[in-house]
């Protein structure tokens, strides 16, 4: 499975990183809808605590590869290795237990259960006790239970969300509804975390916080973080790495002043000039 | 006073009967909560459930409570067995697939027990002392009075499970949103079959419950006692679990006022007509979520 081939290396992974397995890793990966290919030649590494951003145009193909790194969509080529392991045939959750975990664009929390219930979903892999443990009471029950709850507390703690673990998620106000969300990712213990437009919605101030929120999610988890975002002063605030995606291909990779001025992208973003 | 006792013995009957309903709509609204389907091959379950315990406590001589068990056991690996070998293989078809499918299997179902069992009812024998309790002017049979505590449990129990363990919420999330369970990790697949077990295990239950009220088994006792048991679900809202509780008790209620009435040739009439009139004015039941299309 782990293949041990020598690409030729795209990555822009932090010298911190460097020397150990990448988190993630695209080799050339695309899909077709209809003929239509979506996304091509996407070659990424992803290192283990590195933040990277994906930006792009509208329709540049963006989603699709959150979509094709959780194996919602399956790949037409290339290879997707998480931890240096294919995720090949892999199932949506089996890919989530490796180690990816994602928020959504559009918020997808599990609207009619509360805040507490959303984030044990994301624990629910680390429980294992069986029906008759939880029917009969059993002291394994009674001890992953409250190991799991003290888990959500400390979670919703670190983002300021433990006055409101009896709510229902969906009558919480949007932000708390787009942490919450971060947070239940969070608790599936994931090694990256993939951030679908995260600021949708926010006013510079909460911007501003959720800048800070992804960069204390990193140093505090030790994770990988990828975000998807259309907001610049986000992206270029707190990514390492940027790749820039149009029409499902890769136009430019690099740092956050590489890609500011890279003449490729201002094309893509802005139009040709003298046209 | 005896219009009075004759009320308070038909709501007793009542509630013998709904919470037989009961049991049985917590199926199909589980079911349909977690894969909108309408299971129609789940009145034939309790059938299969029926002949168990008829063949334990007949032909073997069982005490009551391992033809209990033996019943349960059987309609929980049968409904399982169903899921993963009739309803998994077109988990991406259309839903109007699955629901043929679901037909398909009652008539299998009632087909096979016929040829093994034969058409003719097996009568079960009694199987619980029926001397009823009296309580002043009301005597309350035995067999209502254990009915209604057993149901009873399994539905505390069952509450337990849905609201208090990682399995119950796995089921509330993926009947919420499949796709978002599955990213968080959840096993869809587990959690379908375990769903089907659960209300394949209360079907169990109320298959032995409602030998103990009509002690014979015949191979189309399934298909009114579902229909009805379905109708409780609409009634309740169908993917509601509270809903299909007070659907099933709500449903018994209407059966026996109906008969106490003296109109029990209308019983069944009743019934469907409560399904015309809530899909008229309520089509989401009393409990059930608004319908809202996922974009």
Redesign the interface.
Known sequence: MNKLVKEPSYNLIPERDLGKTPILECRRIGIDFGGLSAVDEFTIAIGRTEICGIIGPNGAGKTTIFNLL?N?YRPTRGSILVNGVDTLGM???EV??RGV??T?QNI??????TVE?NV??????S?N?S?AS??LRLPK?WKQ?KE?RERVRELLHIFHMENMTAQQAGSLPYGAQRRLEIV??L??NPGILLLDEPAAGMNPSETAELMETIRKIRDEFHIAIMLIEHDMKLVMGICEGIAVLNYGRIIAKGTPDEIRNNPVVIEAYLGKEDE | MSVFTTIIKQLINGLQSGSIYALVALGYSMVYGIIMLLNFAHGDVIMVGAYIAWMMMARFAANPIIALIAAVIGCTVLGVLIEKAAYKPLRQSPRISLLITAIGVSYFLENVAQLVFGANAHVIPTFIDDTPIQLGQIAIPTTALITVIVAGISMVALNVLVKKTRMGKAMRAVSEDAGAAQLMGININNTISFTFAVGSALAGIGSVLYCCAYPKATPTMGSMLGLKAFVAAVLGGIGSIPGAMAGGFAIGIAEALVSSAGLSEWKDGVVFAILIVVLLVKPTGLMGRPMTEKV
């Open positions: 959780t919602v199932t949506t959750d989530n237990r975990a994602r959504f997808r929390l599990f609207k009619d259960l219930e044990l979903i994301g624990l629910h892999n429980m006790y029906v939880s029917m029950y239970e799991a239940r990712s608790a599936t």
